[in-house]
């Protein structure tokens, strides 16, 4: 099993965007920081580019057990079925991740507060920061 923290932001939403996604083994030893700029977008969107990110890097490494963590309730809900995907700007997001994770096999996604996030938060305020200077 591997753990996936992922968050995403925007500056002004919509605005400077990006994603940042910090996973780690299940003792908590680093597997890989992903991260990256995404022009304008809105805040939810970039989230789903950090939930992206982190499963395509799962799929692409033969990861078939993972837990994501996400300080984004709406996105946690989202991938639960516990909330409907009414915005059709996410919906094809939504899609890709429901895709990747039939690949992957198991994935279940936990809500944490934004303090149990910080390495992801700091992965897409990063990612802002090299959109910005762009």
């Given at each position: 099993?591997?753990?996936?923290?992922?968050?995403g932001?925007?500056?002004?939403?919509?605005?400077?965007?990006?994603?940042?996604?910090?996973?780690?083994?299940?003792?908590?030893?680093?597997?890989?920081?992903?991260?990256?700029?995404?022009?304008?977008?809105?805040?939810?969107?970039a989230?789903?580019n950090?939930?992206?990110?982190?499963?395509?890097?799962?799929?692409?490494?033969?990861?078939?057990?993972?837990?994501?963590?996400?300080?984004?309730?709406?996105?946690?809900?989202?991938?639960?079925?516990?909330?409907?995907?009414?915005?059709?700007?996410?919906?094809?997001?939504?899609?890709?991740a429901?895709?990747?994770?039939?690949?992957?096999?198991?994935?279940?996604?936990?809500?944490?507060?934004?303090?149990?996030?910080?390495?992801?938060?700091?992965?897409?305020n990063?990612?802002?920061?090299?959109?910005?200077?762009?």
């Open positions: 099993m591997i753990r996936a923290y992922v968050d932001g925007a500056r002004g939403n919509p605005g400077p965007a990006g994603y940042g996604a910090r996973i780690e083994d299940e003792d908590g030893n680093l597997l890989a920081e992903l991260y990256g700029p995404l022009g304008v977008a809105t805040n939810n969107v989230e789903y950090g939930l992206l990110a982190a499963l395509k890097w799962a799929v692409d490494h033969g990861h078939r057990d993972v837990h994501i963590r996400a300080d984004s309730e709406l996105l946690v809900k989202q991938m639960r079925g516990e909330h409907r995907v009414k915005n059709p700007g996410l919906l094809p997001l939504y899609e890709d429901r895709s990747l994770m039939r690949r992957i096999g198991r994935v279940t996604f936990e809500h944490v507060r934004r303090e149990f996030n910080k390495d992801a938060d700091r992965l897409a990063e990612a802002m920061d090299q959109g910005s200077s762009m």
